[in-house]
């Protein structure tokens, strides 16, 4: 019974780890290129969009966050799963959940630029607690050259 209890958790210990190499932390500039470039943010909401990123998720597409009330944040944009389904497509964005933590960024910015068409950069906390004041926001053009 003991071999079995550790087998599991030895098992759920490298799925846990496996979801992690999925991931990526992203460098600020890599991040902000990646953005413009890839996924066509729009050049003049690119500070407040990686400011945002850095306070939700440190850049870390792989972060997962449950709130006070239960709720899960996915990815590197923290999207709430309102927005999307547990192990199949779903929700405000018709995205899986699970695809939000991974490094293609391509459902992740698709719903995050939905969340900001219907309700702004005060959707996310971390904008409105550390972004909001355009003095706190990074000159991009200055540190990255973009």
Known sequence: MRSAVLALFY???WLSLGAQ???????????????????????????????L?????????AKLTTNPN???NYGLFQINERYCQESRRGGVCNVKCE???????????????????SDGFRHW?????????????PNLKLICGI
């Open 99 to 117: 695809d939000l933590l991974d490094e293609n960024l391509r459902e992740s910015a698709a719903c995050a630029k939905r969340i900001l068409a």
């Open 53 to 61: 990123l850095e306070h939700e998720s440190d850049l870390d597409t």
């Open 11 to 13: 098992v759920g210990l």
């Open 70 to 72: 239960g709720s899960r």
């Open 125 to 137: 906390n971390g904008w409105q607690r550390f972004c909001r004041n355009s003095q706190n926001l």
């Open 21 to 51: 190499v999925l991931g990526k932390r992203y460098m600020r500039c890599e991040l902000a290129r990646k953005l413009l470039e890839q996924h066509s943010f729009e050049r003049s909401l690119l500070s407040n969009w990686i400011c």
